[in-house]
């Protein structure tokens, strides 16, 4: 039943046949009115003049925009209704429990504390997807992501910090899940905790590691991201360089891609795009995660009762959790990030000290910085934000009122660039050196005039051997002419041609990271 009468035409609208609310949503006690009895239709009345009401043919299209735009939020600003609507979806979580029997323990802090991990479970996948989405290993029943994520206690911010799979651990006592064995401490890396002893052991480990208090364990495999990422209509991602995986079938070419749970999927395994191995998967797996926060604040997951309900089914109906977790959490959860933007969140890694740390019958490992590591998770523990805050007068990240910067694949404080002027206006090279080095490019600062002066359209002359930065030097100069020159050398030559108008902003797409190596979703997305 709803709480009041003037939501209960909200509730026949956006409350699902299902099981009624539970017993302790009552509704709120009105007071007596005595019924009127009704009226008998009125002639309407025409304006003197025949003129048309104008007043009142105006009116209604204030009050339906009005209804519009305060309807999601009021279905799920009312507590009672928001229970109503999500309903019967805690009947779908199967339930772990990682905390049964765990003493010391750290001391919880301010703000709520969630473990994510994704597993490799794969059961679940048809055939036909585990092909092309190449799938078909045996899954090694162990993490393949962990993160640790915080939510501030003003529900303001939210901080994500990647643990690196191979991070060297030490698990301590247990009994092995599998083969029922008493196991003493000893060494692996981070991702077997959850094959000798599951979530518990899994919850304990990262516990001993950060003394970060977990409050909710979430665990998602293959197939429940998948589905997640179909319901979500698909994740925006975009890439400076292309990315190619035979393991995964990864195949992306620079630019911006929508894509399905079965590619996202590909998007955030991918180990062998480059050199970084695990540590740039998990860059990719952060931007991702920002991606999915700007699709479901701005894409109006969160305002859409409806939307969000089936976000939430999918999610809740295909992940494990802790039995403290349910709808009520999922509501709290969308209730408090519907202002969230990119720019709430922020991402960091575990700073490493060795990433190939050699252990005895394990092999290489990735072994923490520990007292960078320590301040890290002290910021957690005190709720306090891993960006240190903007200067009095500085514009925080993403708040430009210039045009966004394109990401670019080499950083611009890395490219020398020297300038000249191919035609007769006069002062043309300096503008265009002046531009280069404002949005971080080390240009020579002495610009000079090019051996002719009738160039029309820009050019952009380097050695082949620093393509890279030649194609990044093109981007801020959009319409220009690559022209490769052999034994050029490392400086790129910009001959400035009539056709010049601006230079775009561009920066890295791994942009530097900041206090505690954190960067902010608005820096990781798809510019617009």
């Avoid at 049964?100 to 059961?123: C, E, I, S, Y």
């Avoid at 209509?233 to 929508?258: F, M, Y």
């Avoid at 999918?314 to 959490?329: C, H, I, M, P, Y």
Wanted: charged share 25%; net charge positive; proline share 9%.
């Amino acid at each position: 039943m709803c709480p009041v009468r003037w939501v209960r035409l909200l509730c026949v609208w956006f409350v699902p046949v299902g099981p009624a609310a539970p017993a302790e949503v009552s509704p709120v006690p009105q007071p007596h009115r005595p019924t009127r009895p009704a009226r008998p239709p009125q002639p309407q009345r025409a304006r003197r003049g025949g003129a048309p009401d104008r007043r009142r043919r105006d009116a209604r299209p204030r009050w339906g925009v009005r209804l519009a735009a305060g309807l999601a939020v009021a279905v799920l600003g009312s507590g009672a209704i928001g229970h109503a609507v999500m309903t019967g979806l805690d009947t779908g979580i199967e339930r772990v429990d990682p905390f049964k029997d765990m003493k010391n323990r750290p001391q919880a802090g301010h703000g709520l504390n969630f473990l994510l991990v994704g597993t490799d479970g794969r059961d679940k996948i048809t055939p036909a997807d585990k092909r092309e989405y190449r799938l078909g290993g045996a899954p090694c029943h162990c993490t393949d992501t962990v993160m640790l994520v915080h939510l501030s206690a003003d529900r303001e911010r939210a901080s994500v910090v990647s643990l690196p799979r191979d991070s060297y651990a030490e698990l301590p006592a247990h009994r092995d899940e599998s083969s029922g064995k008493q196991h003493g401490p000893h060494p692996v890396k981070l991702n077997a905790a959850y094959a000798e002893g599951g979530p518990q052991l899994t919850v304990r480990t990262v516990e001993n590691m950060t003394r970060v208090k977990i409050d909710h364990y979430l665990e998602v495999d293959f197939t429940s991201f998948m589905k997640t990422v179909d319901a979500m209509g698909g994740v925006e991602i975009c890439t400076v360089k292309a990315l190619h995986d035979q393991n995964t079938g990864l195949d992306l070419l620079p630019g911006s891609h929508r894509l399905s749970g079965g590619q996202a999927l590909q998007y955030v395994r991918s180990r062998h795009v480059d050199g970084a191995a695990d540590l740039g998967r998990m860059q990719r797996q952060q931007k991702f995660v920002a991606a999915l926060i700007k699709q479901a604040t701005g894409g109006g997951v969160l305002l859409n009762p409806v939307k969000f309900k089936e976000v939430s089914s999918t999610l809740l109906g295909s992940v494990r959790a802790d039995r403290g977790f349910g709808s009520e959490q999922m509501l709290a959860l969308g209730q408090a990030l519907r202002d969230f933007t990119p720019s709430s969140s922020e991402f960091a890694s575990v700073p490493i000290g060795n990433p190939s740390f050699p252990v005895k019958g394990i092999g290489s490992t990735v072994k923490w910085d520990e007292p960078k590591a320590a301040k890290l998770f002290e910021a957690l523990r005190l709720d306090r934000p891993l960006l240190a805050p903007a200067a009095p007068g500085q514009r925080p990240a993403g708040s430009s009122r210039q045009q966004p910067a394109v990401p670019v694949d080499v950083p611009p404080e890395q490219i020398r660039v020297r300038v000249e002027n191919g035609t007769r206006i006069d002062g043309l090279g300096g503008r265009v050196d002046t531009a280069l080095r404002a949005t971080g490019f080390d240009t020579t600062r002495a610009p000079g005039n090019g051996a002719s002066r009738d160039v029309k359209r820009t050019v952009i002359a380097y050695d082949p051997r620093w393509d890279r930065s030649a194609r990044t030097v093109s981007t801020a100069l959009p319409g220009s002419e690559l022209r490769a020159v052999a034994g050029q050398g490392r400086t790129v030559l910009v001959i400035a041609g009539a056709d010049y108008r601006k230079v775009v902003p561009v920066r890295p797409e791994d942009p530097p990271q900041g206090r505690y190596g954190a960067v902010t979703g608005d820096q990781v997305i798809c510019g617009k």
